[in-house]
Nanobody
Framework: DVQLVESGGGSVPAGRSLRLSCVASGNTWGGYCMAWFRQAPGKGREAVAAFHIISRIAYYDDSLKARFTVSRDSAKNTLDLQMNSLKPEDTAIYYC???????????????????WGRGTQVTVS
């Protein structure tokens, strides 16, 4: 099985930056496409960014790509999300997810991901 643990969340004023990390452990062969999703209270789950471990191609939501950057740290076995110029509308629980196979064409679909972390809270005032 694959275990995912997010960290790096917190409460910050608008304009600040946060860097989230997702540590993957267990049988990491089970997920080649890794992604970040977020969900605000009472709202649907939103795909933020994704990264394919094999091809090393990154994917972004168009509305976020100017401020967010996803990267893979192979040595630490983490998927990181650098979030700059944070806005109050970025407030949400941020989840790390992983699935086997490709990212292209399905990374925005939450149901395509078999493995999920518990999430880390990001609050922007």
């Amino acid at each position: 099985d694959v275990q995912l643990v997010e960290s790096g969340g917190g409460s910050v004023p608008a304009g600040r930056s946060l860097r989230l990390s997702c540590v993957a452990s267990g049988n990491t062969w089970g997920g080649y496409c890794m992604a970040w999703f977020r969900q605000a209270p009472g709202k649907g789950r939103e795909a933020v960014a994704a990264f394919h471990i094999i091809s090393r191609i990154a994917y972004y939501d168009d509305s976020l790509k100017a401020r967010f950057t996803v990267s893979r740290d192979s040595a630490k076995n983490t998927l990181d999300l650098q979030m700059n110029s944070l806005k109050p509308e970025d407030t949400a629980i941020y989840y790390c997810a992983a699935t086997s196979g490709r990212c292209d064409g399905r990374w925005t679909v939450a149901t395509a991901f078999a493995y999920w972390g518990r999430g880390t809270q990001v609050t922007v005032s």
